[in-house]
């Protein structure tokens, strides 16, 4: 695939967790890294400017969202996603497909895609491989997900099979549609195209799954269907029975996680990337990761407190604002509270990445990832 | 007063527009100035960093709302409000007056203070001239305001005649309170007080009001109560009334306006100082101001458009986003258009002072007058 490229540049002695150089025609990532989601084309009250203040290096957009408000021929009258949302570094756009799924009773799947009424006005769309494809293409993404089935945690064996076959073929039209796009004529640059293993809570499903796509050959290859609602040893067992089938030399994108204390942990079984909702949806609701663990800003407690957040984190918040002034702002539902601790908690799992990254060139990976998981998990006392 | 000055810089040869210099314990701001309005402790939506990049001199802060919550003596515990809020700049502090009429059925007002209960929890608050004067001394305010009993639009010539005398009497005592307040001992900053004109909508009663001010002898003068519901040219001829009575060597402030074509018409009328919420509340509801008129950034024909919200305007946000993508978050509901709306107007009010001040000193100030008023009342084509 043109204008993308991942090379591993150091990998841990004792896990699998490795960095990497992802090559994207809007730039070069660091891997192991975090994406802040852009859901409906702004990360909840940040503008850009703050964005590149915190260091991000790529954003995840929500194709569903888009597609749908303000359509993708708007945004290709606009000259594409980056120019429309003015954010120049690399994008990875989601097929849409979680999205749906999420639509229970608005959906209905067959083996050619899914038939879905908006949220918004209950108008009827129709989602299929290659339209999932050609909707992320004119946002002009530079990775590209395929479309996959979700299904619920718990579902039974034949359920999670059922799914992931049709998964499988859907990657495979994908592939097909990918190759045929027009923008590879037009020599722009295309970036490129993830799969998804699916096979919902069985290990052997997993596996199969990986292989399976594999063989089809994609240029990066993403876990899906993975913490919702399973226990977290499940889920590293489950990421373990798909990574151990994963090439090598490919990226591979932990969908949808996690807590902090979790970042290191998928980078130890081998994951490279990963998005979450949590940094900013927690910050909104007031509760702040801290390298000494939770802090719930609304607590009495913090009333009076002088201190920052975090004594030991550089973000622009950390440096300027007492927890007092932040708490004042909380219980004042005041939006500044919302958007300062969104800020810090995008810095801590951005800075939580940077140091993932430094201590697996240094080779003390391990170390880190016992330190770390114990130090970040209780509350701040 | 010490740490407090203020200095006529030009004089506008055919109206009374004059640029000046305040000097305030925390800095020196260039007049007329417009200042922004830090309700309960935030301009909405922007973190101080945006502020200072706004090139805001000067804020005004709520007495009411800081009083109810967090407390003054919170504030006064974490080091001031400067120290809390983290602004290093001058704070006016209204004197919570103003908030306090707000709650019709909640106050008592008698020649004492006003009673009042908590918009928030039903708690009963007792405000008298010498509390509010206390309060925002606590917090440490640069420019303190007297309390005023603030009346109703309409009002008789009766009801307007005895709020008026009630204020002068609360004067009487604030100066008294002021020059006996503890922070002179102790070496501080003590910053400023301004007296408030009232008299209702009756030039005489604002003439007769401003004179028995002077008489006192204050360092600064508001001008009260307009801008409640009567129609501007009875507002105009109202602060004449006020204003022609004022010395010339004292700022004065026209509190609580106006849109951007009025606020070259106070200037014109010898107003030195204006605040208003106008430019953040109509952002977070998606009017935006320009040097073209107003713009509906909800309207459907924004729907793709590339251009910024104003093209002759250098903020932040007209250099980076287009309407379109705008018009997409508030369509939305994303806050970061609320957030960059109110970036926007705001720049486009402080943007208007710079040039009144700039016009007042280069002799252009009538020619200004008459050109922006009839260019930015309209909306946008």
């Known amino acids: 695939m043109q204008n993308f490229r991942f090379q ?207 063989e089809m050959g994609f240029p990066g290859y993403a876990i899906g269907g993975l913490a919702v609602g399973e226990a977290r040893p499940l889920s590293y067992e489950l990421m373990e029975a798909a990574e151990q089938r994963l090439p090598e030399d490919k990226p591979r994108y932990a969908m949808g996680v996690g807590l902090p204390e979790e970042l290191p942990q998928f980078v130890a079984r081998g994951m490279d990337m990963m998005d979450c909702v949590l940094p900013t949806r927690n910050g909104r609701n007031g509760m702040l990761f801290t390298s000494k663990g939770r802090l719930h800003i609304r607590q009495a407690r913090f009333a009076a407190d002088p201190r920052p957040l975090d004594e030991s984190c550089s973000c622009m918040v950390c440096r300027r604002y007492s927890r007092a002034y932040l708490r004042h702002l909380f219980v004042s539902g005041e939006i500044l509270g919302g958007i300062l601790n969104s800020f810090h908690n995008l810095f801590f799992y951005l800075d939580t990445m940077r140091r993932i990254r430094q201590n697996i060139a240094a080779g003390d990976f391990s170390q880190f990832l016992s330190d770390f998981s114990s130090s970040v998990q209780g509350e701040v006392l």
């Open 8 to 214: 591993v540049t150091h990998t841990d002695p004792k896990t699998k967790a490795r960095t990497g150089l992802l090559e994207t025609p809007h730039g070069t990532v660091e891997t192991p890294v975090f994406m802040p989601v852009w859901t409906l084309g702004s990360v909840k009250g940040l503008p850009q400017e703050l964005l590149e203040q915190l260091g991000i290096t790529i954003l995840l957009a929500n194709t569903y969202h888009l597609h749908l408000r303000p359509g993708e021929e708007t945004i290709r009258s606009l000259g594409g996603l980056h120019r429309f949302m003015s954010w120049n570094g690399p994008i990875l756009t989601d097929s849409g497909g979680f999205q749906v799924f999420s639509l229970s009773g608005l959906r209905k799947v067959t083996d050619e895609g899914v038939e879905f009424r908006s949220h918004l006005d209950g108008s009827k769309h129709f989602l299929t491989p290659e339209r999932a494809l050609e909707i992320q293409s004119i946002l002009g993404s530079d990775i590209h997900m395929v479309l996959d089935e979700c299904i619920e945690y718990p579902a039974s064996q034949a359920t999670a099979e059922k799914a992931m076959n049709r998964t499988l073929a859907w990657a495979e039209k994908s592939l097909r549609a990918w190759n045929g796009l027009p923008h590879f004529e037009e020599g722009k640059p295309a970036g490129s195209l993830f799969a998804i293993v699916q096979g919902g809570s069985y290990a052997d499903l997993r596996s199969q799954c990986a292989d399976r796509l594999v």
